[in-house]
């Protein structure tokens, strides 16, 4: 069998994207998802993204980490999502669609995508640290100098940490600054670093800001891959009207044998 694919990326966080809402795919194959996430025997990317329809909105973005398996939401493949529903013509304009974690709306402005994300609960403490939930656990660790951490390493040591248990966590080296933020991030599914991660980068921002008071915040983010723009309200530790802004870009497209 024959697949076609498309490739997509949010700052250098990359995606391969199926439009499978015909079911040619079968939702559950996870020995296929991580073959075509593999950078050596297959197309290469930190994640697969199926498109299915939904009854009540424009699609269904259903998330794969590059191990094959279903992950949590994704903000940068959710605004790829949307790039890929924009290039195919599922949709025109602004967009609603569902992922693991609910509705999502995303609208271009210009050559960036705003991503709306749902509300975020106050953070857990860990170790003097937020732990947050932006549709995906991530845990956010303070650092003097973001370019000395090693983020494989210490990433890998914190991802199964006991205090995380079973699912493990995201983890998000953070270097902040009065006007903005540096993030790197070790994705779990992955279980590497990666060139950005949008749910770890709106997690970011929120955390830098919990202490600033309550208001409309809006804050820049520097990524290996890009920069990226977080805007939300925060009223006593919640943040609402939560809202990711960044470039979502096509790469290829192609077809690829994938057996019968």
């Known amino acids: 069998m024959k697949l076609n694919f498309n490739k997509f990326h949010g700052t250098g966080n990359d995606f391969i994207i199926i439009d499978n809402r015909d079911k040619e795919v079968s939702s559950d194959n996870t020995a296929l998802f991580k073959k075509l996430c593999n950078r050596n025997i297959g197309v290469g990317a930190d994640g697969l993204i199926l498109i299915l329809n939904h009854d009540r909105y424009d699609f269904e973005m259903k998330y794969y980490n590059s191990d094959g398996r279903e992950g949590t939401m994704c903000g940068n493949g959710g605004r790829c999502a949307y790039a890929f529903a924009l290039k195919a013509g599922i949709v025109n304009h602004e967009s609603a669609f569902i992922a693991s974690d609910g509705l999502h709306k995303a609208k271009k402005e210009g050559n960036i995508i705003a991503l709306s994300l749902n509300d975020v609960s106050p953070p857990v403490i860990v170790n003097g640290n937020h732990f947050l939930n932006t ?19 210490k990433g890998k040591s914190l991802r199964r940490s006991d205090h ?97």
């Open 135 to 153: 549709g995906s656990p991530h845990y956010i660790v303070p650092v003097p100098d973001i370019s000395k951490v090693n983020v494989y390493e």
């Open 164 to 260: 995380f248990a079973p699912g493990g966590t995201n983890v998000n080296f953070v270097e902040l600054h009065e006007d903005m933020i540096k993030v790197r991030t070790y994705e779990r599914g992955v279980e590497n670093e990666t060139l950005s991660c949008g749910t770890g980068i709106t997690a970011s921002a929120i955390s830098s800001r919990l202490n600033s008071g309550d208001g409309k915040h809006i804050v820049n983010v520097e990524t290996l891959g890009g920069n990226l723009v977080v805007n939300f309200v925060l009223e006593k530790k919640i943040a609402t009207s939560v809202c990711l802004k960044g470039a979502a870009e096509f790469v290829f497209e192609g077809e690829i044998d994938v057996g019968s």
